[in-house]
T-cell receptor
Framework: KNEVEQSPQNLTAQEGEFITINCSYS?????LHWLQQHPGGGIVSLFM???GKKKHGRLIATINIQEKHSSLHITASHPRDSAVYIC?????????FGQGTRLTINP | KAGVTQTPRYLIKTRGQQVTLSCSPI?????VSWYQQTPGQGLQFLFE???????NKGNFPGRFSGRQFSNSRSEMNVSTLELGDSALYLC????????????????FGPGTRLTVL
């Protein structure tokens, strides 16, 4: 079992839909990262959080440390949100990554 | 500020050769981390450098090495290339606070895509 599990692995939705991507981890962590990777490889850091909830535009990230679970939500999804979303946790001074969720938003 | 830059962007090598990849962090960032991304294994941590010292290392063989210069620029080297080393190599820089916190938001470069034939 991977230390960091994401679900779903693939997600296809229509423009405007509310999107939720989940991340569960099995070890104690000090912080969790949500990353976005577009075709071509470039990675952008969306959120870094260690408790509670953060919001940036249409993106919302939450984390429950006790349940070892985080969610990334996208409201009013748009085709430009199509990308791979990766959850990463900081453990023993290193980042451990989930396998990623490939999101496709159709117009 | 300019973002993280990596050179070269694409590289083709043959088995047994060695390769050196370069990463220039955002100005003022003293921590540089390197990652390997493959379709099978996903993203994996290679190593982290801070103030010219390797601070953390992932589970990779000794063929993978790196260094950091006084201007925070970093290089990674892979010797005796194998087919399985074909991957996207990403570096990321972060601003480490003087209080000692070793984890801050990371800013990723565009990556170097290495193909080993």
């Amino acid at each position: 079992k991977n230390e960091v599990e994401q679900s779903p692995q693939n997600l296809t939705a229509q423009e405007g839909e509310f999107i939720t991507i989940n991340c569960s981890y099995s070890v104690g962590i000090s912080a969790l990262h949500w990353l976005q990777q577009h075709p071509g490889g470039g990675i952008v850091s969306l959120f870094m959080l260690s408790s509670g909830k953060k919001k940036h535009g249409r993106l919302i990230a939450t984390i429950n440390i006790q349940e070892k679970h985080s969610s990334l939500h996208i409201t009013a999804s748009h085709p430009r949100d199509s990308a791979v979303y990766i959850c990463a946790v900081k453990r023993a001074q290193k980042l451990v990554f989930g396998q990623g969720t490939r999101l496709t938003i159709n117009p | 500020k300019a973002g993280v830059t990596q050179t070269p962007r694409y590289l083709i090598k043959t088995r047994g050769q060695q390769v050196t990849l370069s990463c220039s962090p955002i100005s003022g960032h003293r921590s540089v981390s390197w990652y390997q991304q493959t379709p099978g294994q996903g993203l994996q941590f290679l190593f982290e450098y801070f103030s010219e010292t390797q601070r953390n290392k992932g589970n990779f063989p000794g063929r993978f090495s790196g260094r950091q210069f006084s201007n925070s620029r970093s290089e990674m080297n892979v010797s005796t290339l194998e087919l399985g080393d074909s991957a996207l190599y990403l570096c990321a820089s972060s601003l480490v606070k003087t209080s000692g916190s070793s984890y801050n938001e990371q800013f990723f470069g565009p990556g170097t895509r290495l193909t080993v034939l």
